[in-house]
């Protein structure tokens, strides 16, 4: 049973930094595309970041280029998000996906249960 638990939200100033965590168990981090989406209040569920299986690829969404980045720890079976610069618009719960099926992200077989990421002024 594979399992996603992401940790590192909080409250954040605008232009802070936070580094968000996926833990995962049950298999290698290295098993599989792994994802970061986030899911404003009122707003639908989207895209942030992409790491493939293998490590090489990676990909963001148009609105973090330049601000976050996507990494992993083989040795800590974890996912990271590092966020700088950020903005009242990151305020989000953001979750990490894992897809079992494919080299790149294309959809999350399994699911975070999600961390509070807040922005304020």
């Known amino acids: 049973q594979v399992q996603l638990v992401e940790s590192g939200g909080g409250l954040v100033q605008i232009g802070g930094s936070l580094r968000l965590a996926c833990k995962v168990s049950?298999?290698?981090?290295?098993?599989?595309?792994m994802g970061w989406y986030r899911q404003a209040s009122g707003k639908e569920r989207e895209f942030v970041a992409f790491?493939?299986?293998?490590?090489?690829?990676?990909d963001y969404a148009a609105f973090v280029k330049g601000r976050f980045r996507i990494s992993r720890d083989n040795a800590e079976n974890t996912l990271y998000l590092q966020m700088d610069n950020l903005g009242l618009s990151d305020t989000a719960v953001y979750y990490c996906?894992?897809?079992?099926?494919?080299?790149?992200?294309?959809?999350?077989?399994?699911w975070g249960q999600g961390t509070q990421v807040t922005v304020s002024l």
């Open positions: 996906a894992a897809d079992r099926r494919h080299q790149h992200m294309v959809r999350g077989d399994y």
């Open positions: 049950g298999r290698a981090v290295s098993d599989y595309a």
């Open positions: 790491l493939s299986r293998s490590g090489e690829d990676k």
